[in-house]
């Protein structure tokens, strides 16, 4: 058990397909963030919650949409999404201010879009 | 970009030998992390090193900072078959304290 769960861990969706995938952290933590990892890439941060302030990175398309309703609760719903959205999608936590930012991951959200 | 970029993108040691990974960055830190990656799973923290330190150890592992010329190293001594893994240094820069930024990431095979 890492402390970040993640859910579900492997989804297959359509280009016309809802979804959303869930993050929860049981760590007391005041910032959750989503990274994507694409084969070959760097991992890449794409919404980042801290101290209940969402601090975006402009490249993410509309399509993804963040949803944080409380401080162990992390949504990232998926919309109308492209082929080139396949990836493992990553949820963390941290303690912002108090702590050093350490990073602790869930397992990932395998994504697969035909 | 404060992205780090690591070197060597991939490594492939016999077990017992040692592993050193690098990372250099462009940006003025905070501190700076590395994590390790199993195929397929979610990151883990190993050690953090702040911009005031310039070494570190945990167990096997000793991590260095120079911040004047912003690149770190990781040395992982004694390999075991399970170090087997990819490991990413992510910076925490000082101007941007929210987002920690990873690098590219080298893949260490360790052959037993």
């Known amino acids: 058990e890492t402390g970040v769960t993640q859910t579900p861990r492997h989804l297959v969706m359509g280009m016309t397909n809802k979804k959303s995938l869930k993050c929860e952290q049981h760590?007391?933590?005041?910032?959750m963030y989503w990274y994507k990892q694409s084969a070959k890439k760097p991992l890449e941060l794409m919404f980042v919650?801290?101290?209940?302030?969402?601090?975006e990175n402009n490249s993410v398309p509309s399509r993804f949409s963040p949803e944080c309703p409380n401080s162990s609760h992390l949504f990232l719903h998926l919309h109308t999404l492209q082929p080139e959205d396949s990836a493992l999608y990553l949820c963390?936590?941290?303690?912002?201010?108090?702590?050093?930012?350490?990073?602790?991951f869930g397992e990932g959200s395998r994504l697969t879009v035909l | 970009s404060q992205q780090g970029e690591e070197d060597p993108q991939a490594l492939s040691i016999q077990e017992g030998e040692n592993a050193t990974m690098n990372c250099s960055y462009k940006?003025?830190?905070?501190?700076l992390q590395w994590y390790r990656q199993n195929s397929g799973r979610g990151l883990v923290h190993l050690i953090l090193?702040?911009?005031?330190?310039r070494e570190k150890h945990s167990g096997r592992l000793r991590v260095t900072l120079d911040t004047s010329k912003k690149s770190s190293s990781l040395l992982i001594t004694a390999s075991r078959a399970a170090d087997t893994a990819s490991y990413f240094c992510a910076t925490d820069a000082l101007t941007s304290y929210d987002k920690v930024i990873f690098g590219p990431g080298t893949s260490l095979s360790v052959i037993p």
């Open positions: 919650y801290s101290l209940e302030e969402r601090v």
């Open positions: 940006t003025s830190i905070n501190n």
């Open positions: 963390a936590s941290s303690q912002r201010g108090t702590g050093d930012g350490e990073l602790f």
């Open positions: 760590l007391g933590h005041n910032a």
């Open positions: 090193i702040r911009s005031n330190e």
